[in-house]
């Protein structure tokens, strides 16, 4: 259970004043640690402050020039995730303009891991590079670095990352992590190294060639890569994001437009949210389920047709994305609600061989959003090899931590609040039980503590103005190491709650006060949790910022928590359910129990859909029989809900077993029929009753299917429409897909040996009608 602090009672001294700054964000700068008023200027406005610079920066542009003026081959190197993108297509465009010759390259993550690899570096050599250029990665390619050497070709590396041991045999190597701790730029992301090499390479001090852009055009790159990256928002950084932000309100590149057009964003009131909610996940979908490299080209290119068929295939693969991450999610949730005592260690680590390593990271940040803990998501491979994602708190260096094990790893790397790292199955436990004792270090006895959630101030409803919202956004850009307020109003009431959004997977809560004033509050993700009581008191807390609809400004209430303050009323017991056991039984039984109770319902699906109804045909009846095993608890849950019953006879005869192969033979079959017969139309309803499995299962198999360019598939809520129009392969995708349909069987597969055999039947089914 998540501790509510109260904010820590704060004086404004005298000296504040002449900022003229309102109460609560004054209040909030003293309690951030900013007690000086010139301290509180730099903060608030960053863009006043004076730029730094790498001291070997000029280094780097020399050879850089040197190779524009021999008009030699250059190649930049990127990486796959938005920080690694975004250094590229920064690089990319400023090297154009330039007029250089330059090529550009990102690993693709379904082959190839992070960092520069001699196997697809050779061929961009024998096509004629002569400079090799890193962004986001490099610093500990020793091999690659040392291999380009031998083959004549310069090498120039931007990273951000940890140092090895040693720095690679590079021309120049140019890293915040080489910098003094307390220096402005100590806390750059990949992008913000590349941009200060691009600022230097368009300073006419430095460069000896005519420029078609200034750096200012490259600041809107700057700002997703750094909020993408969950960057400190500190110093130069926190500088280089806000102008990135309001770059990006204005940005002219194409590619973005058209992004959020497909996702509804508004780019007027774009903020940090709309990048780590909307770009970021579009753009890291292509990164861990393709090909990154069109995500260059997306951002740079200038023609309109090929910015929206590139928007589009971004598009779809984001659906894909949060297809397997509800999938991911869903069963590392299972995992701790089936052994609690993995929420009492400092941190979150759960492994599982069904799980996408293409959205483990999204997951874990997930958890630390839910549980206030750092989390580390494994997915083991066939050798016993398990390769995870970490995300970080607020104080809590995750890197630092996970280095202290590095005996363990078979490799890691990272920054402050998100890292990678690899290590044998066998070493799992003892990385856990190592990894908390670091945690410890640094956390000291919170580490351990019941999660805590900061309030920063209690509110009334009416107090909730788009002038406070506005006050507020002086301390924006929020993110790591400058955490957005947390506000809280005590005593509310539920007036309603709606499912929202193309998927219906978020809620709007309508919450009213004891003297009528009411308020929505935004649950991103909400769909499916537990909702405040509709009959209690309770306090909310919630972050708030100022939105666009349909060009009216208005409060923009975001859900974080609430708890409960008034007990319910004394709840009238109605009577149990009778549960009548017939596990045992045979199929004639079935047909006996008919003649005995004409009006019963029997919920039948699959190869026994004959004897029944599929769960979206049920209604309410005071018998119903359970003839098929439910494939999950939400099934079953959602049958009971619809039937109503008084009396439930359980049959549970157990579907055939499939493996992903045979599952997807017939759910091709299923699909085929509906081209051939219902013009392609179907619904993800009617395909799950007919497999007699999970609904996530089948939106698995079709786009799998559609990966594999068997055909198209769309899907729009329930209904799904097919066509024999066949798209462009993705092996990449295709294989998570394999990964997390594989695993969404054997999840149906567990609970369906569980029902068959659970000795308190009744327990189990009530306990279902009650949720």
């Known amino acids: 259970m998540t501790r509510w602090l109260d904010p820590h009672p704060v004086d404004i001294p005298a000296s504040f004043q002449s900022l003229g700054l309102p109460p609560l964000v004054a209040q909030t700068l003293l309690r951030r640690g900013i007690s000086r008023p010139e301290e509180a200027e730099a903060f608030l406005y960053p863009e006043k402050n004076p730029s730094s610079q790498f001291p070997d920066i000029e280094k780097a542009v020399e050879y850089i020039n040197l190779a524009i003026r021999k008009r030699e081959r250059i190649c930049v190197w990127g990486d796959f995730d938005v920080d690694g993108q975004t250094s590229t297509a920064l690089l990319v465009q400023t090297l154009q303009a330039l007029g250089a010759d330059v090529v550009y390259y990102i690993p693709v993550r379904g082959r190839e891991s992070h960092g520069v690899h001699i196997e697809s570096l050779k061929p961009i050599l024998d096509n004629g590079a002569r400079l090799l250029l890193t962004c986001d990665t490099g610093i500990t390619a020793h091999e690659a670095i040392d291999y380009a050497n031998s083959r004549g070709v310069d090498v120039i590396i931007t990273d951000h990352h940890d140092l090895g041991e040693t720095l690679p045999n590079a021309k120049a190597v140019i890293n915040p992590k080489l910098l003094p701790d307390d220096h402005p730029l100590r806390n750059l992301a990949g992008v913000g190294v590349a941009y200060k090499l691009a600022e230097a390479m368009l300073d006419i001090r ?28 500190q110093n130069e950084t926190r500088t280089l994001a806000k ?23 508004s780019l007027d009131t774009l903020t940090e949210e709309t990048i780590g909610f909307t770009f970021a996940p579009r753009l890291n979908a292509l990164g861990r389920l393709g090909d990154a490299n069109p995500a260059v080209e997306l951002l740079i290119t200038n023609n309109p047709s090929r910015a929206r068929v590139l928007a589009a295939q971004i598009e ?23 052994n609690p005592s993995l929420l009492t260690e400092p941190a979150i680590v759960l492994s599982h061989p069904n799980w996408s390593g293409g959205v483990v990271g999204i997951v874990a940040n997930k958890l630390v959003e839910r549980y206030h803990k750092p989390a580390i998501l494994f997915t083991e491979s066939d050798d016993g090899i398990l390769r995870g994602s970490a995300r970080s708190i607020e104080g809590l260096h995750i890197t630092d931590a996970i280095a202290t094990q590095k005996n363990l790893l078979l490799g890691f790397g990272g920054h402050p609040m998100a890292a990678g790292m690899s290590l044998q199955k066998d070493n799992l436990t003892s990385f856990r039980k190592g990894l908390g004792k670091a945690i410890e270090r640094q956390l000291g006895e919170i580490a351990r503590e019941e999660p ?48 929202i959004g193309k998927t219906k997977e978020h809620i709007r809560l309508t919450i009213e006060d004891e003297n009528g004033n009411s308020q929505s509050v935004l649950w991103w993700g909400g769909a499916g949790e537990e909702l405040p009581p509709a009959d209690a008191k309770f306090d909310i807390a919630y972050s708030l910022r100022a939105a666009s609809y349909r060009g009216q400004r208005q409060v923009n209430l975001q859900f974080q928590e ?53 769960r979206f045909e049920l209604f309410p009846a005071d018998e119903f029989v359970i003839y098929t095993t439910p494939p999950s608890p939400a099934e079953l849950r959602e049958a009971l809900e619809s039937v109503k019953p008084k009396i439930v006879h359980v049959f549970a005869v157990p579907p055939a077993e499939e493996k992903p192969d045979d599952f997807l033979k017939r759910l091709a079959g299923l699909c085929k029929f509906a081209l051939n017969n219902k013009g392609g139309r179907t619904t993800v309803h009617k395909l799950a009753a007919a497999m007699a499995s999970r609904e996530i299962a089948v939106q698995l198999g079709l ?22 129009e066949t798209q462009e392969k993705n092996p990449y995708l295709q294989a998570e897909l394999f990964i997390a349909l594989r695993g969404a069987l054997n999840e149906t597969s567990a609970y369906r040996k569980y029902f068959a055999t659970a000795e308190d039947l009744g327990k189990l089914i009530e306990g279902m009608a009650k949720k």
């Open 206 to 233: 430095y460069s000896n060639t005519e420029s078609r852009i200034s750096n200012i055009e490259l600041l809107d790159l700057v700002a997703l890569g750094l909020i993408a990256d969950v960057a400190l928002l």
């Open 243 to 265: 102008q990135g932000i309001q770059k990006l309100r204005e940005t002219n590149r194409l590619g973005i437009k058209v992004m959020a057009e497909l996702a509804g964003a």
């Open 316 to 338: 779809g693969l984001n659906a894909q994305r949060r297809l397997l991450t509800k999938q991911v999610y869903d069963a590392a949730e299972n995992q701790l609600r089936e």
């Open 452 to 499: 805590a959630l900061q309030i920063d101030a209690w509110l009334g409803l009416p107090d909730l103005s788009l002038s406070l919202a506005d006050s507020l956004e002086l301390l924006a850009p929020f993110g790591a190491g400058n955490p957005e307020l947390t506000l809280a109003t005590r005593g509310v009431r539920l007036k309603s709650a709606t499912e």
């Open 562 to 614: 609430f708890r409960v303050v008034e007990e319910r009323p004394i709840e009238v017991r109605e009577a149990r359910l009778e549960i009548r056991d017939l596990r045992l039984e045979s199929a004639s039984s079935l047909a006996a129990l008919q003649k005995q109770s004409p009006a019963l319902q029997i919920w039948a699906e699959g190869t026994d859909k004959a004897k029944g109804r599929a």
């Open 703 to 724: 786009e799998w299917l559609a990966a594999g360019g068997q055909l198209t598939v769309n899907v729009e809520e329930n209904d799904v429409q097919l066509s024999k």
